[in-house]
């Protein structure tokens, strides 16, 4: 049974990873308007998979004996400058979603709850690879610049990120 600070907290990142599921499909949106189609792929996915780490928690929650709180989502941010604007913006939330990742831990920890700290065990790895990835794209964007043909290159540059998911997924029979 999961103790009731417990699965509020889960509860509220329940709603964390709905509102970066909304957040990702707006900006899907707005690459796909931009004629981004690579980026624009990146973030349809990236959205889908936020909604599966919203599930895997539903899941958890409930299998615990939990209560879920399903939320309402905010309305995402759908304006950006630019695209390097754009991955900006994405990072700085992926920042936010470690951090609470961590407090969840933590409090988990505190209320000796060892059980939902290794489930979470999973979150901490997602965050640290989707931050490294928004960190290298963000170099690259630096790198090619967004200026002219800058675009185009960028575009590929994220479509070949699509491309090796693709193919982990398949190998992984997914
Ligand atoms: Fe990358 O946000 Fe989910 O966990």
Redesign the pocket.
């Known amino acids: 049974m999961l103790l009731p600070k417990v699965q509020n907290a889960l509860n509220q990142q329940v709603q964390i990873?709905a509102n970066?599921s909304q957040k990702y499909l707006a900006m899907a949106c707005w690459c796909d308007a931009n004629a981004l189609e690579g980026c624009a792929r990146f973030f349809y996915r990236h959205s889908d998979e936020?909604r599966m780490?919203m599930l895997k928690l539903v899941h958890y929650i409930n299998d615990a004996g939990g209560t879920v709180s399903i939320p309402a989502v905010e309305l995402p941010h759908s304006e950006y400058q630019n695209i390097r604007e754009l991955f900006e913006i994405a990072y700085t939330h992926?920042q936010k979603?470690s951090a609470a990742?961590d407090n969840l831990i933590e409090l988990c920890i505190t209320e000796k709850d060892k059980q939902t700290a290794n489930f979470l065990q999973w979150?901490l790895n997602?965050?640290h690879e989707?931050e490294a990835l928004y960190r290298t794209l963000i170099d690259r964007i630096k790198l090619i610049g967004i200026q002219d043909r800058g675009l185009y290159f960028i575009d590929r540059e994220v479509d070949e990120v699509n491309a090796k998911k693709a193919a982990a997924e398949a190998a992984a029979g997914k």
């Open positions: 990873e970066a936020e780490h992926e979603v990742i979150y997602e965050q989707e």
